[in-house]
T-cell receptor, first 110, second 112 residues
Framework: SQQGEEDPQALSIQEGENATMNCSYK?????LQWYRQNSGRGLVHLIL?????REKHSGRLRVTLDTSKKSSSLLITASRAADTASYFC??????????FGAGTTVTVRA | KAGVTQTPRYLIKTRGQQVTLSCSPI?????VSWYQQTPGQGLQFLFE???????NKGNFPGRFSGRQFSNSRSEMNVSTLELGDSALYLC???????????FGPGTRLLVL
């Protein structure tokens, strides 16, 4: 079973617009990570936010974490065609194991 | 540093056969994890190894096994293949000092 659930499942936006996706999880965590996957290839780590952090930025990425609601959001600002990918949240629900959500597929239209 | 490498990249097998997939972690990383990705089940954790010891295992049948060698390279084996084993198998390595996992490109297995 998956620890995290992303919402929406799919998102289509125009180049230059912002993309927001959400992740909800079930159990207590030490940290939450976001990964990107391009077209069935390996995952690329984007950002990690610890349970005692509320917001984190990295370039055009902004991640928030609300442990009381067991949810996180990923915002990509000023999207580009290269941002077209699937995005996954992952939690360390168990020792030495990441549990991934189902992912949000983002399509950026030129 | 070279990234995580996985071999082979593509594999076609028939039901009942067995398969061995290989993963070489980033130099210096001693933890290797394996995941199965399918359209229906998403990313599912298979197992994690650190210094040749399995520290955690996912909810998969005993047909799925793995091992890690002293140089941290890892292999996973699937015996008596079933059609449902068709998937992208991803390997990831991490350092003992950080939680980030670095993924390889995956091995795409097709079982006919």
């Amino acid at each position: 079973s998956q620890q995290g659930e992303e919402d929406p499942q799919a998102l289509s936006i125009q180049e230059g617009e912002n993309a927001t996706m959400n992740c909800s999880y079930k159990t207590s965590i030490n940290n939450l990570q976001w990964y990107r996957q391009n077209s069935g290839r390996g995952l690329v780590h984007l950002i990690l936010i610890r349970s005692n952090e509320r917001e984190k930025h990295s370039g055009r990425l902004r991640v928030t974490l609300d442990t009381s609601k067991k949810s996180s959001s990923l915002l990509i600002t000023a999207s580009r065609a290269a941002d077209t990918a699937s995005y996954f949240c992952a939690t360390d629900a168990d020792d030495y194991k990441l549990s991934f959500g189902a992912g949000t597929t983002v399509t950026v239209r030129a | 540093k070279a990234g995580v490498t996985q071999t082979p990249r593509y594999l076609i097998k028939t039901r009942g056969q067995q398969v061995t997939l290989s993963c070489s972690p980033i130099s210096g990383h001693r933890s290797v994890s394996w995941y199965q990705q399918t359209p229906g089940q998403g990313l599912q954790f298979l197992f994690e190894y650190f210094s040749e010891t399995q520290r955690n295992k996912g909810n998969f049948p005993g047909r799925f096994s793995g091992r890690q060698f002293s140089n941290s390279r890892s292999e996973m084996n699937v015996s008596t293949l079933e059609l449902g084993d068709s998937a992208l198998y991803l390997c990831a390595s991490s350092s003992e000092f950080e939680e980030t996992q670095y993924f390889g490109p995956g091995t795409r297995l097709l079982v006919l």
